[in-house]
């Protein structure tokens, strides 16, 4: 990054050369990229582990700050870049539109935009950031079949073209709105074996297709292409490769409308770096890839959504155990064999499902506990010879809902010792919310990665 500290002032000393007007725009263009700088957070070189250390020291007990215990995130910039290599080695057709839903952070953002990547935007306010950056409007999809008319106004002034739809009501809306968009038709895929199945809400049946694009024909509207989503936390790589199939069809069936589609938009629904069993990514690929190459030629432009792909692993949180519950049924003397393995502590912490574990309920996440400090002994990815025992995890609000884990294998632990968890990028900070006056998880910046220095 050029420095700019000691460019401020080099207007005052030859200001007779320069015309007064000009003066001040370029000290206003110097104020403001310095702004920009000090807006930017620091992103450190540390490893993780050296991260949550130098943060943890940081605190001290004595201290009279309410909040300088909080939960805090460590997010690996690194990571999110070794991603997108992978993707680019593993996938290389196939144009990465990050989805922003998942995980819409500024550093992540800025970094995939410097790396060339696209964005799939929901709402006029992700359009907007992402145009804020900088963005060419082209690498950006409007990709919500439903849009909000004033939505809809903002995309067409702002030259953002391509949207989706998956009915003929938000035909005539985009008409009426911005004739000249770029229609992508979104079809119904089988999204049975996803976590989360979006079918239930998006995507037009096959049997549908027609009259849809016999609408958009009389309408004069453009269509390029279809979109499909397999559903989030897919779990069955042969979903995609089907999907594709589908897709075709109405390629296919675009023609007898007079329609030559040149766009094909395969989703999100791809597994994050921590998945490495059952459903992978390279497994995905592997499907996708060819099933792609075989059914569509070169003149065809293939886009994708992955979210958690990006982020899901590159996020880690650390929490204090801010109290500690023994169940009164524990301090009997006997015990059955069935109570010996039910929770004999309850723990609660201070980040909880109305924030950063919001994922548990709209992600079906599952979400593991490991010690990070017990007895001022920092144990990350440390294996706590202690015995352990079995508890439950909960967060710091007053409703009963706020559970992390109902039973988790664990050392006794003390208030003011930490818990942190992996793997935790993808829709959590996205949905966090303040319930309980609770603040949202600070996040510092690191990367494993020299070359994402580059970016910033």
Known sequence: MIDISLQQDQFEVVPALVQPTLVEVLKARVKAEMALDVALPQVHTLPIDQMLQARLASFDPEME????????????????????????????????FFAMKCNPDPMVM??????????????????????N??????????????????????????????????NAEELHKIKRFHPEAQLVLRILTDD??????????????????????????????????????????????NAFGEAVIRARRVFDQAQEYGYEFNFLDVGGGFPSAHVTEGITFEKVATILGPTVNALFGPEVRVIAEPGRYYVGSAFTLATQVIARRTIVRDLAEAFTADQSHSPSHMYYINDGMYGSFNCIMFDHQVCEPKVLVKDN??????????????A???????????????????????????????????YTITAASQFNGFRKSEILYTTSEQEVSLHF
């Open 110 to 131: 800025r970094l995939l935009a410097s790396l060339g990547a696209g964005f799939d935007c929901a709402s006029k306010n992700e359009i907007q950031s992402v145009l």
């Open 192 to 237: 049975s074996k996803s976590l989360c199945k979006l079918g239930l809400k998006f995507g037009a049946p096959l049997d549908t297709t027609g009259f849809l694009l016999a609408t958009a024909q009389e309408l004069g509207l453009n269509v390029i292409g279809v979109s499909f989503h397999v559903g989030s936390g897919c779990f069955d790589a």
């Open 392 to 426: 439950s995890v909960w967060g710091p609000t007053c409703d009963s809902i706020d559970c992390i884990s109902p039973k988790s294998s664990l050392p006794l632990m003390e208030t003011g010792d930490w818990l942190y968890f992996e793997n935790m990028g993808a």
């Open 377 to 390: 002994a920092f144990t990350y990815k440390q294996v706590v010879a202690e015995p352990h025992g079995y």
């Open 65 to 96: 700050d309410a909040e300088a215990d909080n939960a805090f995130y460590i997010a690996d910039l690194g990571e999110v870049y070794r991603q997108h290599l992978r993707w680019k080695a593993l996938l290389p057709r196939i144009e990465p």
């Open 133 to 166: 950056m900088g963005v060419d409007p082209s690498r950006i999809i409007y990709a919500n079949p439903c849009k909000q008319n004033s939505f809809v106004k903002y995309a067409h002034t702002n030259n953002v073209r391509m949207m989706t739809f998956d």
